[in-house]
Nanobody, 116 residues
């Protein structure tokens, strides 16, 4: 199994920044990639960004390109989502998701609220 724990959410004004962390533990050797998703009230969960566990290639949703950056620490125990130039539309619960052979795991999420 893989365990994921998000942190770093909070309340920020529009134009501000937040840094989300996803602590990764367990059978990390089985991970293909880590994704960040978000879910706003009344909306479906949507993809935000992903990083390949081997090689580190990244992918972003069009809505966050140029504003958000996904990365890992050198020990690959944490996946970071650096969020800059935040907008009220970025308000959501942010989740990390690990894709492994034969399945996937989700964290519990962290709330991000951007005030106008």
């Amino acid at each position: 199994q893989v365990q994921l724990e998000e942190s770093g959410g909070g309340l920020v004004q529009a134009g501000g920044s937040l840094r989300l962390s996803c602590a990764v533990s367990g059978r990390t050797f089985s991970i293909y990639n880590i994704h960040w998703y978000r879910q706003a009230p009344g909306k479906e969960r949507e993809f935000v960004a992903s990083i390949a566990w081997t090689g580190g290639s990244t992918t972003y949703a069009d809505s966050v390109k140029g504003r958000f950056t996904i990365s890992t620490n050198s020990a690959k125990t944490t996946v970071i989502l650096q969020m800059n130039s935040l907008k009220p539309d970025d308000t959501a619960i942010y989740y990390c998701r690990a894709i492994v052979y034969g399945g996937n795991y989700w964290g519990q999420g962290t709330q991000v609220t951007v005030s106008s």
